[in-house]
Nanobody, 123 residues
Framework: VQLQASGGGLVQAGDSLRLSCGAS????????MGWFRQAPGKEREFVAG????????RYSDSVKGRFTISRDNVKNTVYLQMSSLKPEDTAVYYC?????????????????WGQGTQVTVSS
């Protein structure tokens, strides 16, 4: 399966962005999805996870209340709506698929990864 993330860009603090992640070669059906990010010099960190079919969601403390993860199981797409962006949100954002109905916060638990999309927030 190939995951394709898109929607990143350069924005100012306080702006919003919506990231999308679609899949080819495999349906999302039955599988949890996650968004992670990696800033320069830092480890990849969990941002948000959503179970199948979407009832259970979790956010990292750093984005809770500002980001919203959702999934469209017909379109085979997962979204990350980001609001009130801060400079510390600057990173490459990755979507990932876990071969389980339940999300996990550990990157090693995910089986497939997208190529990443850059989000840069200027102050």
């Amino acid at each position: 399966v190939q995951l394709q993330a898109s929607g990143g860009g350069l924005v100012q603090a306080g702006d919003s962005l919506r990231l999308s992640c679609g899949a080819s070669g495999r349906t999302f059906s039955g599988y949890a999805m996650g968004w992670f990010r990696q800033a320069p010099g830092k480890e990849r960190e969990f941002v948000a996870g959503i179970s199948w079919p979407g009832r259970n969601i979790r956010y990292s403390d750093s984005v809770k209340g500002r980001f919203t993860i959702s999934r469209d199981n017909v379109k085979n797409t997962v979204y990350l709506q980001m609001s009130s962006l801060k400079p510390e949100d600057t990173a490459v954002y990755y979507c990932a698929l876990r071969s389980s109905a339940y999300y996990d916060t550990r990157p090693g638990e995910y089986n497939y990864w997208g190529q990443g999309t850059q989000v840069t927030v200027s102050s």
